[in-house]
């Protein structure tokens, strides 16, 4: 199986920060790897897909790099709204496995 | 409008069965890989398996935590998934989630990812 570890595993930061959470995979995975949002109470939703892709409808403030084993999710300019839990996951094979998820709150 | 609503969820015994039911609408769901991810309370999320569409083979996948113990089957005729689970124990408590995907094709690739998720229902295992 394959093991995806994200860093951090929350972190805390302010209003207009830039934020940049990573994603390492314990193989590489080429692009297949996806980026979701969670908010307490709620089904996640997808920002990112192909490692880079922006979910439509969603902020032009979220962005994803990476290919390979490494791969980040970063936030420019953090508003209320994102402070949530973000997981990635890879697509890669079966099974499809998910990071343990980066929690990000308010400073 | 995409809409995935899980129902059947509930508290159930330790040994014990129960049937979770996804109806789907908004989208050609007879042509759409389904999955079921679930998420332990306080955890992380979890995939536990998959039924590809009639026209790619309908065959299923499963995790390892529930492969043998839990079905994954689906009646396109009512835009419905199911996820038949037995013997539960209590490692099973968690919200279960019904996910569509969806693929984008680049470069000869396709790059697969859960685009819907309903609300989630709560199965509790607990004597």
């Known amino acids: 199986d394959i093991q995806m570890t994200q860093s951090p595993s929350s972190l805390s930061a302010s209003v207009g920060d830039r934020v940049t959470i990573t994603c390492r995979a314990s193989q590489s995975i080429s692009s297949y790897l996806n980026w979701y949002q969670q908010k307490p109470g709620k089904a996640p939703k997808v920002l990112i897909y192909?490692?880079?892709s922006l979910q439509s409808g969603v902020p032009s403030r979220f962005s994803g790099s990476g290919s390979g084993t490494d791969f980040t999710l970063t936030i420019n300019s953090l508003q209320p709204e994102d402070f949530a839990t973000y997981y990635c996951?890879?697509?890669?094979?079966?099974?499809?496995?998910f990071g343990g998820g980066a929690k990000v709150e308010i400073k | 409008e995409v809409q995935l609503v899980e129902s059947g969820g509930g508290l159930v015994k330790p040994g014990g069965s129960l049937r979770l039911s996804c109806a789907a609408s908004?989208?050609?769901?007879?042509?759409?890989?389904m999955s079921w991810v679930r998420q332990a309370p306080g955890k992380g999320l979890e995939w536990i398996g998959r039924i590809k569409s009639k026209t790619a083979g309908g065959t299923t996948d499963y995790a390892a935590p529930v492969k043998g113990r839990f079905t994954i089957s689906r009646d396109d005729s009512k835009d419905t998934l199911y996820l038949q689970m037995n013997s539960l124990t209590t490692e099973d408590t968690a919200v279960y989630y019904c996910?569509?995907?969806?693929?984008?094709?680049?470069?000869?690739?396709?790059?697969?990812?859960?685009?819907?998720w309903g609300p989630g229902t709560l199965v509790t295992v607990s004597s």
């Open positions: 996910t569509a995907e969806s693929s984008y094709y680049s470069g000869g690739a396709s790059y697969i990812y859960f685009a819907y």
């Open positions: 996951q890879q697509s890669y094979n079966t099974p499809l496995t």
């Open positions: 908004g989208f050609g769901f007879s042509g759409t890989w």
């Open positions: 192909a490692a880079s």
